[in-house]
């Protein structure tokens, strides 16, 4: 893989920094396909960013599972939990493309609690990851006290 042109990169950082939002949404797809560290950094940032537009934060998510960084885990898992559908969505495809198993227990409660495309975006990254959807959809036992 080439290192990313850095001039480019340095363009789209600032182009996520943009006050249009339709600027953000296509330099974060950008930076999804140039790849490389700060890419990788920008997107973990943009998919946490709880202020930012809702497709923004969807789509890092998508390009994070795409870079297949496995940095990118644990926002993603904290991405599962985000408002709409897409982030979420996305995120769990994400998790289930890296194959890392502490997406395990969190994509279970996504599987368990959600309907439709989301939970279906659960079940599929579950099977990746080994999981079966009956396992999915069954609920988690409390942990014993103790």
Excluded: C, F
């Amino acid at each position: 893989m080439t290192k990313p042109d850095p001039n480019a990169i340095k363009l789209l950082l600032a182009e996520l920094r943009s006050t249009n939002k339709e600027t953000r949404r296509t330099a974060v797809m950008k930076l999804g396909m140039l790849g490389g560290e700060e890419a990788v950094r920008a997107l973990m940032m943009a998919v946490q960013n709880e202020h930012e537009d809702l497709i923004v934060r969807g789509r890092a998510a998508l390009m994070l599972g795409r870079l297949g960084d496995v940095r990118a885990v644990e926002p993603l898992i904290r991405a599962l939990e985000a408002p709409g559908y897409q982030t979420p969505l996305h995120a769990a495809e994400a998790l289930g493309r890296l194959g890392d198993p502490r997406a395990v227990e969190p994509l279970l409660r996504m599987a368990a609690n959600t309907r439709g495309k989301t939970r279906l975006a659960a079940e599929q990254a579950l099977a990746r990851l080994g999981y079966t959807a009956e396992a999915a959809t069954t609920p988690l036992e409390p942990e014993p006290e103790g």
